[in-house]
């Protein structure tokens, strides 16, 4: 393999030259998502002079472990893990381009991360969020809440679905095809009684629920899925 003019280049203007690459260049089409250059923006500002001044072919393996070192001592591992991800894609990339040899990331070993801890919501949290939700919101609430389905899973949901009696919701994994049983608590029944009854928009527009609409429970004016429901179902989920 031959180098072409990695003399030439500095870390951070290799990693700048590699994050216009991501995004497309002149006219072309981006190569990673939106949110990973923005990462990757985002990790190369938190790159030490120190090293985005050096020659990319001169930063060693000991450099790369200085600067994680120093940036786990006021940041999480995590962070700092990611941040190395970005200097060694940035090698990856100049490697392929012929303008390095080697990653000297490679040979840095990623700190080990601890174990997220899952944090369940007390029931204080969960009126403090629904008081600040959307009458579309709240339902997504209370029903991911509830039953822990996924927003692709709520979307698909149909009246009959549900038995309201036994509090027992059937949900259909959109992966496999296959259904599964879960006993749902009783603000989520009351929740899926309203629906019997109510369509709820993303608008939060409330309407009566017509003979046509009595499949889905989020459905529009023709009875089908809202088209943009598992989009507005994720967005409420994230906002709350």
Known sequence: MGIKRSC???????AEVFIKACEGGAGGQPTKAAATILRYRTSLRQI?????????????????REFMEAASQRKKKRTVNLERLFVSAVYAWGIRQEYLKENPVRLVSAYKEEQKRIEILDLSEIALLESKATAFESVVLILGLGTMARARELEM???SDVNLDKAILR??????GEDHEIPIPRSVVNVFRRLSAEVIYPNNRIEPRQV???IYFFCGKDGRPFPEAKHKISQAMQRL
Not at 50 to 59: E, G, N, S
Not at 171 to 176: A, F, L, R, V
């Open 8 to 14: 030439l280049f500095t870390f951070k203007q290799m």
């Open 48 to 64: 030490p002079d120190r090293l985005c001044v050096m020659k990319a072919d001169q930063i060693s393996p000991s450099d790369v």
């Open 157 to 159: 949901l149909k009246l």
């Open 171 to 176: 949900i259909k994994s959109p992966k496999t």
């Open 212 to 214: 046509h609409q009595r």
